[in-house]
């Protein structure tokens, strides 16, 4: 992509998640905010996930999506609560570069993160030690009976995602 295209979408991009925040601040675009990054609603996080997926698909490339959840039971999910839901946010936060986004997949029962760079071939492996990076730094970061009851796993999302 040449550098004139690049600066245009980065425009674009940039011009688009502002637009989002302030269109919908009202009803909670921005799900969290703190010192780590920005959590976003699910209306918001998944308009950035459909701009990636599109993006992958184009690229012939693959993105990463990481869900986390609170259960129950192994079958049933249950709401976060607020305190459980901006301590999850934020040790997401940690688990991501800057390039990638966290908020509401599913608003207060699935947390998400996008790994927004689109990944040529990651190996077969790499869902798994995402995954297993992501409950590490979880449980270091939530108090341990809510720690156990997390569910983390992580979907390729674009070409040749399987």
């Known amino acids: 992509m040449a550098f004139e295209s690049l600066l245009t979408y980065s425009r674009f991009f940039g011009d688009t998640a502002t ?31 459909g701009i990636e997926r599109v993006r992958a698909d184009r690229s012939e490339r693959q993105v990463l999506l990481l869900l986390v959840t609170l259960r129950r039971c192994p079958q049933r999910g249950v709401r976060f609560s607020p305190w459980l839901a901006s301590s999850t946010l934020d040790a997401l936060g940690l688990c991501v570069r800057e390039v990638d986004f966290v908020g509401w997949y599913h608003h207060e029962r699935i947390a998400g993160a996008v790994l927004a760079q689109g990944y040529e071939a990651p190996d077969a492996e790499a869902p798994a030690r995402i995954a297993d990076r992501v409950v590490r730094v979880m449980r270091e970061r939530l108090p341990k009976a809510a720690a156990e009851r997390l569910r983390v796993r992580v979907v390729r999302l674009g070409a040749r995602a399987r």
């Open 19 to 49: 637009s989002a925040r302030e269109r919908t601040h009202g009803s909670r675009a921005i799900a969290f905010s703190g010192g780590i990054g920005e959590a976003y609603a699910e209306s918001t996080f998944r308009h950035f996930l």
